[in-house]
């Protein structure tokens, strides 16, 4: 299969392409004759509209287990049922959503993994839905899978609203603005439906939908108002009114006729020119409680059965609007819940030891936010010689004797060995013969006037003056001579005097001691931040607590193997090295990168690996 075909069939849906999906779903939702047939269409329409080559889903309806798969497009879909299933077994077992990423062999594209969980109305779960999408962009992973988790939500609501059509419920139907529940993205607009709905039901003026995670109620939708702004008096009024109700847990009616003993009531009763008022607590789950707050003429009160046939109506949407509050919840929103939490228990009376503890971490989080760190990384490093100089036969011979061993310190020119060269001086000899004789036959055949046999005898000449000149090089060489002031670090031949020892064979190796070079395993997360010019220090096993300055030189651009690893290989110079360094000893080099913000410095390692592996 190639990785043109799964780019084509991997695609995921366009925002315009999601709200179609989005109002299909809640138009089989409506119509659905049981909640399999429902789970089926609907993830048929999913894996459709997301152009999934492969995707399936387990669900358990009360005792009915739901597993089925689509295959779309010209894939095999062996290819895709096994990664598939995995993911799918996974989450069943964890109850928690998988998401996995994969590049393609030529790597111009990505392909995830995703699966999410299917909940019902009490949150528990009931099944698992995975597929496979395309990821196109860094951020689409993300995105893919809020829009099946939110897709999760509506199949969940319509599975509620199907199994209450068919238990045949005396309960009044909701109308035709609730039973599209399942079609809302948000709460906010299922608030809007529930608030317009139950202004129509109950002749109310005016109905507000509110909710709280804590012991303060925020308004999210009032009837006739396309938006809601908290500076408004009057919403201000709804919301402190919502909220001595949630200190009661109970609802609360202030009407004329009758005492009422609740001040913040009260105190919207007379802002609203005297008019009956109440406010209503349903339990949403989880501890959060959606609040409906309602307001009628002078002229028609509320009495007890309406407010419990309010409790009734809108007690099926309370676990719905949390889950549609959880799916498109904002990480801001997520932070600010939690802040809000802990100011609260900041506030309250005694506790000294946690408020203590609670300053001391913000005092910490503010360093964290705002203060910043030398960002530092530390990795295996070697010592090597700066100038080093391996030294071979210069030529076949027998060697003749060894002045040094690994470990001498020699001076430039000293004499390390010597070659035997006896038979290259009798030939040096034997060539000076040779060239005498050619200079005598050529001046001889140049006075007899013989021009051919003076030519014979000037080659002959020239040809032995040429080899005696090699002779003589070989003669020099004979004699193996340090390059520079150093060490020997490597070659022992005082075994070996007396064997014959061929060209090219390799001899001593002289490091130079007084410069050295420090070889540091860059891995390649830290690769594109190491540059030249950059300081640090380099501590070896056998003294760690010998810390040398060194400097970066240079970062090789490709990378090498080492102990399994893929590394660049960066070279530092040691700055005041000490004088017992040895060449191949092994340490850890802690190179600078910079000043960076501490927040990074904590946690940009464990963030690059949540991108790696869940597109975060």
């Known amino acids: 299969m190639s990785d043109r075909t ?29 909640g399999p047939s429902f789970v089926k269409q609907v993830c048929t329409k999913i894996v459709t509209a997301f152009r999934s080559p492969y995707g399936a889903v387990s669900i358990r309806l009360g005792s009915t287990i739901v597993e089925d798969y689509w295959h779309t497009g010209g894939t095999d879909p062996k290819f895709w049922k096994k990664p598939v299933d995995e993911i799918l077994d996974e989450s069943l077992q964890n109850a928690q959503p998988v998401a996995r990423q994969f590049t393609s062999h030529d790597a111009r594209f990505r392909i995830g993994l995703v699966s999410v969980i299917l909940r019902d109305l009490g949150g528990s779960m009931i099944g698992v839905l995975s597929l496979v999408t395309r990821i196109d962009e860094e951020h689409q992973g993300p ?31 909701p109308t035709n603005e609730l039973s599209k529940a399942a079609g809302y993205r948000s709460g906010v607009e299922l608030a809007f439906a529930l608030a317009s709905s139950l202004r129509n039901k109950f002749g109310c003026d005016q109905v507000a939908i509110g909710f709280s995670r804590s012991a303060r109620a925020r308004v999210v939708a009032v009837s006739g108002l396309d938006d809601v702004s908290e500076r408004s008096e009057a919403v201000r009024n709804i919301a402190d009114a919502m909220g001595e109700t949630l200190d009661r847990r109970l609802p609360t009616v202030c009407q004329r006729g009758e005492h009422c003993g609740y001040r913040v009531h009260k105190r919207w009763h007379d802002a609203s020119g005297g008019v009956p008022v109440a406010t209503v607590p349903l339990d949403a789950g989880e501890g959060c409680t959606l609040l409906v707050a309602l ?6 009160p509320f009495r007890s059965d309406e407010i419990e046939q309010v409790s009734e109506t809108v007690a099926p949407y309370a676990p719905a609007f949390e889950m549609l509050e959880r799916a498109t919840r904002s990480v801001g929103a997520h932070a600010r819940a939690a802040m ?19 300053i001391g971490t913000l005092v910490t989080a503010g360093w964290v936010a705002f203060g910043t760190l030398d960002h530092r990384v530390s990795t295996p490093a ?49 060539l000076t013969a040779e060239i005498a004789i050619a200079r005598l036959n050529e001046d001889r055949a140049i006075a007899e006037g013989i021009s051919a046999d003076a030519a014979l005898a000037r080659a002959e000449r020239t040809r032995a003056e040429a080899r005696l000149t090699e002779i003589e090089r070989r003669i020099e060489q004979s004699s193996i001579l340090a390059p520079f002031t150093g060490r020997v670090v490597q070659g022992d031949f005082r075994r070996r005097v007396g064997e014959s020892l061929p060209v090219g064979e390799p001899m001593f190796e002289i490091a ?8 540091i395993e860059v891995p390649q997360r830290v690769a594109g931040d190491l540059a030249a010019g950059q300081t640090g220090q380099f501590a070896t096993n056998a003294r760690p607590e010998s810390a040398s300055s060194i400097s970066v030189d240079r970062v090789n651009p490709l990378p090498e193997i080492r102990g399994g690893r893929s590394v660049y290989i960066a070279e530092a110079e040691m700055i005041d090295p000490d004088g017992w360094l040895k060449p191949g000893m092994e340490g850890a080099a802690r190179v600078s990168l910079g000043e ?18 869940f597109w975060l």
């Open 6 to 34: 799964i780019q084509a069939e991997a695609s995921a849906p366009g925002g315009s392409i999601a709200r179609e999906l989005s109002a299909e779903i809640a138009g089989l939702a409506s119509v659905a004759e049981s």
């Open 295 to 300: 307001r009628r003429a002078g002229d028609m």
């Open 512 to 519: 130079n001691t007084t410069r050295w070079t420090i070889e």
């Open 143 to 173: 995105a893919q899978r809020e829009l099946l988790e939110a897709l999760g939500t509506q199949i969940s609501l319509g599975l509620a609203m199907i199994e209450r059509r068919s238990s045949g419920s005396s309960a009044q139907a």
């Open 382 to 430: 070697s010592v090597l010689p700066a100038q080093q100089r391996h030294i071979a036969t210069p030529f076949a011979g027998t060697l003749a004797a060894v002045l040094v061993a690994p470990g001498d310190d020699v001076q430039e020119g000293q004499l390390l060995a010597q070659l035997d060269t006896a038979s290259l001086e009798v030939e040096r000899d034997e």
């Open 340 to 358: 809000n939490s802990q100011a609260q228990e900041l506030v309250r009376p005694g506790g000294w030891f946690k408020k203590a503890a609670v």
């Open 596 to 613: 960076k913000p501490v927040w990074w410095v904590a946690s940009h390692r464990f963030v690059n690996y949540m991108r790696m592996n």
